[in-house]
């Protein structure tokens, strides 16, 4: 028992406590976001600007749409950067009216990656829905026509043409700006991992390598304290 009270008295002992708790709220907040949005991909980060407006030259210089970065978190289109939060939903329940669709996250039919486009119409074929899609910012300005070639997807032109319902995570609901760029930074850069390594590091040292060794040397004082012989008493006559 005095062992546990001591543990429970000690800043480390609750530092530690912390952190798991930290992680602990952490995982929970994602398990519960995948159960209440019904998706196991309830957060991703937007990678491309192909959902950017406008996508391509801008005055000369390369652009995706960084100014979206700081428009409403439910603006109708995405940006570089974006965190979104995606909902699953029943695929016969999505809005294809375009250009007012709605945005989905799906499996590629060709790679099987995460897309992230807008439903520009849909059709069913032998009992299955499929959803044809594109990027706001693909081929002309947003809205532009629904019509092949007109920056359409590749999987547009399959046969029957489109995603199938069965490949689609969910739809996009809100998106959260600027955030998405420290996963982008870490997945791109080579140093973006060592770099957080290192900060965590550096904490650790911090917390509790330099107490440890500011503690060792105050105990080292107070023990040559103890050891040492009183002064002489000098004695004036």
Do not use: C
Not at 44 to 68: A, C, D, N
Not at 90 to 115: C, M, Q, R
Request: no cysteine; net charge positive; aromatic share 8%.
């Amino acid at each position: 028992m005095t062992v546990l009270k001591k543990m429970r008295r000690s800043n480390y002992f609750k530092t530690i406590v912390a952190i798991v708790l930290i992680i602990a709220i952490i995982l929970g907040v994602f398990l519960g976001l995948q159960l209440g949005l019904h998706t196991s991909y309830p957060m991703l980060t937007v990678e491309s600007g192909s959902m950017s407006i406008p996508y391509g030259s801008l005055e000369g210089k390369t652009w995706q749409g960084f100014w979206l970065s700081i428009t409403h978190p439910f603006n109708r289109t995405l940006s570089v950067g974006d965190i979104i939060i995606v909902q699953g939903v029943n695929a016969k329940d999505l809005n294809t009216d375009y250009p007012h669709s709605d945005i989905i996250v799906f499996h590629s039919p060709i790679t099987g990656e995460l897309i992230v486009h807008r439903i520009i119409s849909s059709e069913t074929v032998s009992g299955v829905t499929y959803y044809q899609t594109k990027g706001d910012g693909n081929g002309n300005p947003w809205p532009q026509p629904t019509v092949l070639g007109q920056g359409t997807d590749p999987w547009d032109y399959n046969n029957p043409p489109g995603v199938p319902q069965n490949l689609i995570v969910g739809k996009v609901i809100m998106r959260i700006p600027w955030f998405g760029w420290i996963t982008l930074f870490m997945r791109s850069n080579s140093l973006g991992l060592p770099i957080v390594i290192g900060i965590i590091l550096l904490l650790v040292i911090l917390e509790f390598v330099i107490p440890i060794i500011r503690g060792g040397d105050k105990r080292s004082k107070e023990q040559n304290n103890m050891q040492s012989p009183p002064p002489m008493l000098q004695m004036s006559l």
